[in-house]
């Protein structure tokens, strides 16, 4: 039992770290498409972090798939939300970041 | 409350701090944008602060219409004066604006603490009548049978309020609205295969907030907010027309509240009062009720969004 609270805790740390790198990026990059591939890269991976160390806790097999569903659906909405804002932005003109 | 409670207070705690300061920026905030982005962030944490406080109802209600349609609405309606107001910051306030707001604020907290300490044991309030006469009901979840039978009379009215809202909407807007029929709408691949993964979830989740209504957390206002999320991505996505007031969706808008007055009325032929279903039948009537209400809490949420704007999208 031990062993597997241990593991949990060590997946949820990595997912607040994750969170934190995306959030960061977020924040420090130069232009939107970076700030975007921050964000939804590393929020995507954080939240599987987080979801698994939840998953190593979970009681019920009901709860597990419940998790992934949710999971999925993060994905798939993020993604989706990601593409949208960075094709409104190129098509407003925005102009990509090049380190000159 | 969970065991947990007393392990959860850093996270409680972090919550109880960044509300206030949300809210706080969004009073301040300078822009539209800013502010739409705020609110919708203070409502995903409210819910979450729901959560906690063990109210689920509250916060499914808050995440599905307070946070989800109305920041949809927001963002549409932002869209909207991008494209007719000049979309700079806002102009400079008085500065005491903001001081005035949180003073008002501030003072509310204090009595509704107030109200709160002076209460006692935290016992008060009708939760003991409730639990008493829920074997009346015709429902096992305490939040369903107080919505639609024990205060039949609130979520009634509330309806016809959503009903005539969704009108008034309707008659305000041009008859031309809309992109005409067979006129070719633009499409966007990526938009189009994710909606076809979430929708079918999205009304998959919304079939199971109308059934656990009667016995858990759910019910007829969160299931059609999600069914009106669902209808606003097919619309952004152009794969549904915007309803327009044909006799299905005539049909569909008035069901719910027509059922109700119906249901409501019912006993009043048999000389009892106004909305006193009978105990026996009280549950199957308020599952299907629950089921009419969902259907037309759906189409007048999705009645609230404009169409995309088309070539012809110059002033009304």
Known sequence: ???????????????????????????????????????????????????AGVLVEAHSFRTMMKLVFTWALVLASSSLSSQLIAKRAFDRGAKPWSPT | MSESAWSAWPFDATLALALPAIA?????????????????????????????????DVALVEAGLGTGV????????????????SSGPLPPRRPFTPWTFGLLVV???????WIVLASGDGRAGLS??????????????????????????????????????????????????????????????????VVALLVPSGLLIAGYLVWAGSHAPGGAFQAGAVIAGCAVLLLLANRIR???????????????????????????????????YPPVSGGRSIFVLELALTGSIAVILTMFFPPLETSDGGAP
């Open chain 1, 1 to 51: 039992m031990i062993a597997l609270h241990l593991l949990s805790a060590a997946l949820l740390v990595a997912g607040a770290f994750f969170f934190l790198s995306g959030t960061v990026g977020l924040l420090r990059f130069p232009d939107v498409y970076t700030r975007l591939h921050a964000i939804t890269k590393a929020d995507n991976l954080g939240l599987g972090f987080v979801i």
């Open chain 2, 24 to 56: 706080w920026r969004l009073v301040a905030g300078r822009t539209l944008h800013e502010a739409i982005v705020l609110f919708v962030s203070l409502g995903l944490l409210t819910s979450i602060a729901w959560t906690r406080l063990d109210a689920i």
């Open chain 2, 70 to 85: 109305t920041g949809a609405l927001l963002v549409s309606s932002l869209a909207w004066a991008e494209t007719r107001v």
């Open chain 2, 107 to 113: 003072s509310g907290a204090l009595y509704l603490a």
């Open chain 2, 128 to 193: 003991e009548q409730v639990a008493a006469a829920m074997a009346r009901s015709g429902v096992s979840h305490p939040v369903t049978a107080v919505l639609l039978n024990f205060r039949g009379y609130d979520t009634l009215l509330e309806t016809a309020v959503l009903l005539v809202a969704a009108l008034g909407v309707v008659s305000l807007r041009r008859p031309s609205y809309g992109p005409a029929r067979g006129e070719a709408l633009p499409r966007s691949n990526v938009l189009e295969s």
């Open chain 2, 242 to 276: 915007a309803p327009r007031l044909s006799f299905p969706t005539r049909a569909l808008l008035s069901m719910g509240p027509a059922l109700f007055v119906a249901l409501a009325g019912a006993p009043l032929l048999a000389h009892e009062s106004l909305l006193e």
